[in-house]
């Protein structure tokens, strides 16, 4: 039963081994502590309730931590401190929670020093602020937790937790593969990249797929389609922002082509990927909106692109070489994109 003299914490977190560590970490302060496993959950513990704290991990279900934060700080008259945790420590993601107005950010694996020392400590002034760049996909909120976003994806879809940390450089390797997102209406293109070592990419492509590949190629293509997993849910969370993207299936580049895609860009996020005792980089980088160039035959949602079209700002250039397209539907894209700086290219081959 609950002590009503003591203060109240609500932890979220939906990891069930770490919540119950730190929940007894927690009470063992001298805390009464309220678990909830989701961010909206959270949410509806705040209004109920008067809080000392809450402990939100960032990527919780339903609502991230992050989020969760935000709207904590943000209630009128508010006094429960704020905490973000992650397994991510890096620059961005702390700039990312003070701007949310986090008293701290903890990373995990939370030591009990460190945690009962912030929750201790004199509540600081804290004040919320849009973190900006410029460039639009940059300036938009989920350009700063790529890393995260893309942790709770690849532990999905491999079976087992990763660790995702910032990197400085990239060492060439012989596997290397991108995925794209194209934004035609704002004219944007975010690529999604990795590289990774034979002995990386089999390993990677064994927990993926539960025994080992037949040959390096086809660890090669598993991890391709962790990019694809990736870039989905990116896609997602970018059209919280506003962004309409449409994905480009993944294909294997040269290391040429990785440095002309770099040396093109306006900014990249490069991180390190880790399982077990593998480590890939996993890189992210955002396109000059000046132009953008989309090849149908790669497009995963195929004739969508007409409708991306209809909008678009930017210079597009449409090589459909495997896609058939009518000639009515031809002269629809044509027509739709009158009085934009759009350059609509069909080889009469594709012309049906």
Request: with cysteine; hydrophobic share 45%; glycine share 6%.
């Amino acid at each position: 039963m609950n002590d009503p003299d003591r203060p109240k914490v609500l932890l979220a977190e939906d990891e069930q081994v770490c919540s119950l560590v730190v929940k007894r970490l927690i009470e063992k302060a001298g805390y009464d502590v309220v678990l909830v496993r989701d961010g909206k959950s959270a949410l509806r513990e705040l209004e109920n309730g008067d809080f000392y704290a809450v402990v939100a991990d960032w990527m919780l279900p339903e609502l991230d931590g992050i989020e969760v934060v935000r709207k904590v700080v943000a209630r009128p008259g508010n006094k429960t401190k704020a905490f973000l945790t992650s397994v991510i420590d890096i620059p961005a993601a702390r700039e990312h929670a003070a701007a949310a107005g986090a008293q701290d950010f903890l990373p995990k694996p939370l030591t009990p020093g460190v945690l009962i020392k912030a929750l201790r400590a004199e509540a600081k002034p804290v004040a919320l602020k849009t973190l900006e760049g410029n460039h639009p996909m940059t300036r938009a909120e989920p350009w700063h937790r790529l890393p995260l976003l893309s942790a709770r994806p690849i532990s999905d879809i491999l079976g087992t937790e990763v660790t995702v940390e910032l990197a400085t450089a990239v060492a060439d390797a012989p596997v290397r593969y991108t995925c794209g997102l194209v934004d035609a209406t704002n004219g944007s293109e975010l690529t999604v990249w990795a590289v990774a070592r034979d002995s990386a990419a089999i390993s990677t492509a064994t927990a993926m797929l539960g025994e080992a590949p037949a040959n390096v190629q086809e660890a090669a293509e598993a991890l391709a389609e962790v990019l694809n997993v990736v870039a989905g849910v990116i896609k997602t969370e970018f059209s919280k922002a506003g962004f309409k993207f449409t994905i480009v299936l993944p294909k294997r580049v040269s290391a040429a082509d990785l440095k002309a895609m770099e040396k093109g860009s306006f900014a990249s996020i490069v991180t390190n990927v880790t399982l077990g005792e593998s480590t890939f980089t996993l890189g992210f980088t955002a396109a000059s909106a000046s132009a953008v160039e989309m090849r149908v035959e790669d497009l995963r949602e195929g004739f969508v692109l007409a409708e991306d079209m209809r909008n678009a700002s930017g210079t597009l250039i449409l090589l459909p070489a495997c896609t058939r397209l009518t000639a009515t539907a031809v002269q629809r894209l044509r027509e739709s994109c009158k009085g934009r700086s759009v350059r609509v290219h069909v080889p009469l081959a594709s012309v049906a």
